[in-house]
């Protein structure tokens, strides 16, 4: 009996240690999955990194020349607003401005009067000449008949 103890002590001793190793072995097949995973993924990043690389380059080359734009675009418009009048300066043109209209419109009506009143006096000249040229043609005609009468 004390054998037969012993045996099953024994035996119930190596299941154990089976399922120790088991376990072991399980552990040891995930982390190894999961060492394997990881290299793939680094030799598909490493793969991949010359052209990501390039690709990076040119979009920051890009980036670049945009900004440059950009600052050169706001240099002009500060070198442009400090060409711009003063807000009194402004004004003074603004008023300026305003009367020179004022004056063309007056000038623009002025012109008109003119144009109409050119337009009356040379139909009253027209028609001076010819009440003048009819009186010319009588008086011409009263001579011939004068003269005819005469002889």
Same mark, same amino acid.
């Given at each position: 009996?004390? /054998?037969?103890?012993?045996?099953?002590?024994?035996?119930?001793?190596?299941?154990? =240690?089976?399922?120790?190793?088991?376990?072991?072995?399980?552990?040891?097949?995930?982390?190894?999955?999961?060492?394997?995973?990881?290299?793939?993924?680094?030799?598909?990043?490493?793969?991949?990194?010359?052209?990501?690389?390039?690709?990076?380059?040119?979009?920051?080359?890009?980036?670049?020349?945009?900004?440059?734009? /950009?600052?050169?675009?706001?240099?002009? #418009?500060?070198?442009?607003?400090?060409?711009?009048?003063?807000?009194?300066?402004?004004?003074?043109?603004?008023?300026?401005?305003?009367?020179? *209209?004022?004056?063309?419109?007056? *000038?623009?009506?002025? /012109?008109?009067? /003119?144009?109409?009143?050119?337009?009356?006096?040379?139909?009253?000249?027209?028609?001076?000449? *010819?009440?003048?040229?009819?009186?010319?043609?009588?008086? #011409?005609?009263?001579?011939?008949?004068?003269? =005819?009468?005469?002889?």
């Amino acid at each position: 009996k004390e /054998l037969k103890s012993k045996v099953e002590h024994c035996q119930d001793e190596i299941s154990r =240690c089976e399922d120790s190793m088991m376990d072991q072995d399980s552990e040891q097949a995930k982390k190894y999955k999961e060492l394997k995973k990881r290299e793939e993924q680094i030799e598909d990043y490493l793969s991949k990194h010359d052209s990501l690389l390039g690709e990076e380059v040119e979009t920051k080359g890009i980036h670049q020349e945009n900004i440059v734009k /950009l600052l050169e675009a706001i240099s002009t #418009g500060l070198s442009r607003a400090k060409m711009l009048p003063s807000v009194r300066d402004y004004n003074e043109l603004k008023e300026d401005l305003e009367f020179k *209209a004022t004056e063309a419109d007056r *000038a623009q009506e002025t /012109l008109t009067t /003119l144009e109409t009143d050119k337009g009356k006096l040379k139909e009253r000249f027209q028609q001076t000449r *010819a009440a003048r040229d009819q009186d010319q043609d009588r008086d #011409g005609a009263t001579t011939r008949q004068d003269c =005819c009468n005469e002889r």
